[in-house]
C-alpha cells in the first residue's frame, strides 16, 4: 500500500502558495486542515499541474473552481476576465509554476527540477497521484473563493 | 508567441507508445498525423500526465476516452474491468510512466529525469499546454479503441 506523503515535504508548497498569493495576486490565503485526497473534495474545473523530478519527484497541483480562477486571474493579471479562455489557462499554468519553482528552493537539499505545466479544463475533474504514493491536499480559504493544493512527494534518497 | 514542439522531441514518445502497447498489452496501435493541440479533439474520460524536467522540460500525456481506457487497462492487467475505479486510475497512470520512462532513454542526451504521474478522472476534461509550447497530438487508433499521446517539450540547451 501506498503511504501518504511527509507533512514536512507539504510545507515547502504550503508556504510557497500562501506568498505566491500574497505577492502576485495582493491576497491573503488560508490553509485549512490537511487532508488525505481519498477524503478531500475533489472536482474541480481548472487545475494547473508541475512536475517535478531529480532527487526527488512529485507532483504540484493547484485546482480552482470555476468562479475562483476567474477571480483570481484577474487579481494576477490586474484585468477582470469572465471567461475560461486562453488568457485564464496560461495565467494558472504561470501561477503553479510559480509556486512550484519557489518551493523548490525551501528543499534545495532534493535538487529538484520543474517540468513544464499542464492545465487541465473541464466541469467537475479530479486529479488523483497514482499507486506510489497518496497525495495530500491542502484546502485553502481566500477573498477569492475556495481552492486546493495537492501535492504528491517522494524523496529517493 | 510559443512554438510547437519540433518533430524530433515527438518521435521518441510515439515509438514509446508504440512499443508499451506492443509488449504490455500485446496490441498493435497505429499513429495518425501529428496535429497541433488547437486543431485537436481533444475531451476525455481519463489521462495520465508525467513531468520532464532536467536538461529539457516537458509532459507526456496519454488521455483516453472511457471505453478504449477500460479495454486497455483490461489488456495490461489480464482481467476484465467494466468500471472506472482505482484499478484503473493506478494503471493508466503506470503505463503513463513506462511511456515516459521508454522515451527518456531516446532523449539520454537530455538528461531527463521523470516525475510522479497525476491521473486525471472526469467526462469531457482537456489537457492543454501552459504558455511556454504549444502541445503536439498524436492520435493512435486500435483494436482497443482511439487514444490521444499529447507532447510538450521543450530543450534547455
Redesign the interface.
Known amino acids: 500500500m501506498p503511504s501518504p506523503v511527509k507533512v514536512e515535504h507539504i510545507n515547502p508548497f504550503l508556504s510557497a502558495t500562501i506568498e505566491t498569493f500574497k505577492s502576485m495576486l495582493r491576497t491573503q490565503i488560508t490553509p485549512g486542515k490537511i487532508i488525505l485526497i481519498k477524503g478531500a473534495k475533489l472536482?474541480y474545473d481548472i487545475?494547473?499541474?508541475?512536475?517535478?523530478?531529480?532527487g526527488a519527484?512529485?507532483?504540484v497541483?493547484l485546482s480552482f473552481p470555476r468562479i475562483t480562477a476567474l477571480k483570481a486571474v484577474s487579481e494576477f493579471i490586474g484585468e477582470k476576465v469572465v471567461t475560461m479562455d486562453d488568457t485564464v489557462?496560461?495565467a494558472i499554468?504561470?501561477l503553479t509554476?510559480i509556486v512550484a519553482g519557489s518551493a523548490k528552493k525551501d528543499l534545495a537539499q532534493y535538487k529538484i527540477?520543474?517540468?513544464?505545466?499542464?492545465?487541465?479544463?473541464?466541469?467537475?475533474?479530479?486529479?488523483?497521484?497514482?499507486?506510489?504514493?497518496i497525495p495530500l491536499v491542502v484546502p485553502f480559504s481566500s477573498p477569492l473563493g475556495d481552492f486546493n493544493l495537492i501535492v504528491?512527494?517522494?524523496s529517493e534518497t
Open positions: 472536482s487545475s494547473g499541474i508541475i512536475g517535478l523530478s531529480g519527484r512529485g507532483t497541483t489557462k496560461d499554468g504561470e509554476n527540477n520543474i517540468s513544464l505545466p499542464s492545465v487541465i479544463t473541464g466541469e467537475n475533474h479530479k486529479v488523483l497521484g497514482g499507486k506510489e504514493v504528491s512527494f517522494i
